[in-house]
């Protein structure tokens, strides 16, 4: 029985993992390359991510889901505003400025809560359970397209004209669909199903070829990887942790936020930090390294909680 677990609980990291190796493998062949995988980014993250997330909301959300699930929006918000502010303090103390302090902040405090999850969770526990990591990311996004994507950009820290873009417009519309129960015609949604589909495989060929790459290059151990470590992979859980005994909720949905407290940070972080003139060498080893050690530490930890 222990065995079964074991297994059920890796196999979701093993198909990823299958999938950054093919990433990588397509790098060296040199079917990919970075300019190709900022594109395929740029796609991800602007058309198949906002779909995703619209029929996740769309699919999985209702009003008993969301009187479950509002706690994982609330923790997404939470959270992330407890990280930006420990991680404001950790790259003080490393004397750090600029776009590689705001590259920092971001890896520190935005979670890959829906490339990784989704499938894990729905490996796991059913796709009835994917609504939960969306609304996580609600949370999650409200902050980050507020707050955080501003350590890219020039302007005020804080703009609600940031919130008005396709990721944020996805998870809105599907959660008001879903409420409603409005329906949308069945080619309508099988259409956009085929596209959302696209986005977890982009994600995982591109941690892939970021793998390459590093490997490929003169990759130097810097010491802020050791502080996204510290704020992705042991603050952040830490946090639920301390909250999870009183929360109340079943163990099958502490479980999946424990799960997306403990997520490294966002593929695309590494890609977004080259379009926008960031620490692209910190964005990509940030991305790649805590990602790689989830893949063995988080089916730990889910086997010992």
Known sequence: MRGT????IFEPFFMLALLIALGSLLYRLR???????????RLVVQVTYPVLLFVSMYKNVNPA?????????????GTSMFLAITAHYSGKRLGLQGKTFGTLQILCTNGNNVFLPVPIVSALFGPEFVVYPVLFELGAGLFYWSYGISHFRPGPRFSLKRLLNPNM????????????GLRLPGFALGA???????TVGSAMLIVGAL????????FTFRREIWTVLLHRLVLSPAVGLVFLGALPLPDTLKTILLLLLSM?????????????????ELAASGVVLPTLLSLALVPLGLMLF
């Open 65 to 77: 889901a969301l009187q479950r699930g509002w706690i994982f929006t609330a923790f997404g918000l």
């Open 192 to 198: 956009l199903e085929l596209v959302s589909n696209i």
């Open 169 to 180: 417009l996805g998870l809105l519309l599907g959660l008001v669909c879903g409420l409603l």
């Open 211 to 218: 793998v390459a790459d590093l490997l490929a290059s003169k």
């Open 5 to 8: 677990m074991a297994i059920k």
């Open 31 to 41: 079917i990919l390359d970075l300019d190709f995988c900022r594109r395929l980014s």
């Open 264 to 280: 490294p940070p966002l593929v695309s972080t590494a890609l977004v930090a080259a379009s926008f003139g960031g620490d692209e």
